[in-house]
């Protein structure tokens, strides 16, 4: 049944805040004319829907990023199968993952907690985060793509805002005056000198540094007196990235301001439930775990003391056009949903992949 309702979802435009609440109140729709009790809130313009009383959460995300149409193959906003593989837009960021859910849901309301929120794309601080606040379950699955790996750890993110000042003369005697800019590059290289110190995690590595934005200076003629630059930082999980960022402001000698610092994810493998859906999973596939490099609404479960992992179906081209799930994986994600309930075993795993 998850494909008629991914089907559906497809077919809603969730890039904007109307759209994803659309899509939002078509799923409460569709599980209220089933007989379920729906609990549909609102914060800051986002709708949430929360149906069930299960102390397992199934987490998604029903908003995508926009798309333009005229770069697709097809229409992505029709469900198309090829070659095994579903196109559409958001088909697996993350609708494969919701219509799965809600098929799952359907067959064991008192076991699952099906939430599905509208603004992951923008953060999902007005609808994972509260809801991973009320603390009211015991384990959640966010159902982003892992291609049936399990992911049990993301790197932490650090945005640092760089700001470099100098002093302005004409460029004609650049030795009267000094360079903001010049300094800025000096002082990030240096940045990067701490970073590379950082010992790398197998198999995630060592902490990845991108700048992102370098703003300053007013003409040529000029030596600029300022400079700033923005760096995003991706922290592996086992290295504390407030000290890092205490190593870089000891290491430079221009200012150094947080802008954002987002936990990483690190939910403990040895944790029964874990090894509960590791196991339903080794019933269909080989239980491999992996590492992921972006971040998600998993981040506010952990951040609440709630384990949690990222486990999803396989797909591709995310944000991109031509956007794919593979339908066999949905086929097989549903199932192991659906084995975790009645689950004994107890299966364990390691870290091997990063994706
Ligand atoms: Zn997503």
């Not at 229409?75 to 809600?102: H, N, Q």
């Not at 179906?313 to 991109?320: C, I, L, R």
Request: hydrophobic fraction near 40%.
């Amino acid at each position: 049944m998850w494909k008629g309702v991914l089907k559906q979802l497809v077919s809603m435009k969730g890039w904007d805040a109307d759209g994803a609440n659309a899509t939002v109140e078509w799923v409460a729709g569709f599980l209220r004319d089933r007989g379920h009790g729906v609990e549909v809130f609102e914060q800051e313009g986002h709708k949430s829907l929360i149906a069930g009383s299960g102390k397992i959460a199934l987490v998604g995300h029903l908003d995508v990023v926009p798309t333009d149409p005229n770069s697709w193959d097809g229409d992505p906003f029709r469900l198309t199968e090829k070659g095994g593989r579903l196109y559409g837009s958001g088909v697996i960021d993350m609708k494969a993952g919701c219509a799965a859910f809600v098929d799952a849901f359907l067959e064991h309301p008192d076991f699952f907690r099906l939430i599905l929120t509208s603004d992951e794309e923008q953060g999902g601080f007005n609808g994972a985060a509260p809801i991973a606040r009320r603390r009211d379950v015991e384990f959640a699955i966010i159902g982003e793509r892992t291609n049936l790996r399990l992911c049990t750890a993301y790197n932490a993110i650090v945005w640092l805002r760089l700001v470099s000042r100098g002093r302005s003369t004409h460029a004609s005697r650049p030795w009267l005056g000094e360079n903001a800019i010049e300094r800025l590059f000096r002082e990030f290289l240096l940045l990067k000198e701490v970073v590379s110190r950082v010992p790398p995690e197998v198999p995630v590595g060592q902490p990845t540094v991108n700048l992102g934005v370098v703003e300053g200076g007013r003409r040529p003629n000029i030596v600029p007196d300022f400079c700033e630059a923005k760096v995003d930082l991706r922290v592996p999980p086992s290295i504390d990235r407030h000290r890092l960022v205490k190593d870089i402001r000891e290491a430079l000698s221009i200012e150094v301001e947080v802008l954002l610092s987002e936990p990483p994810l690190n939910t403990d493998r040895n944790n029964p439930f874990v090894r509960r859906l590791a196991s339903a999973l080794s019933k269909h596939a080989p239980v491999v775990g992996t590492y992921i490099r972006g971040s998600s609404d998993a981040r506010f479960f952990s951040g609440e003391g709630i384990p949690v992992v990222e486990f999803g179906p396989t797909g591709g081209n995310m944000h991109a056009p031509n956007e794919w799930a593979d339908r066999k994986s949905i086929e097989l994600f549903v199932r192991v949903l659906k084995d975790f309930v009645d689950e004994k075993g107890e299966v364990e795993f390691d870290l091997t992949e990063v994706l």
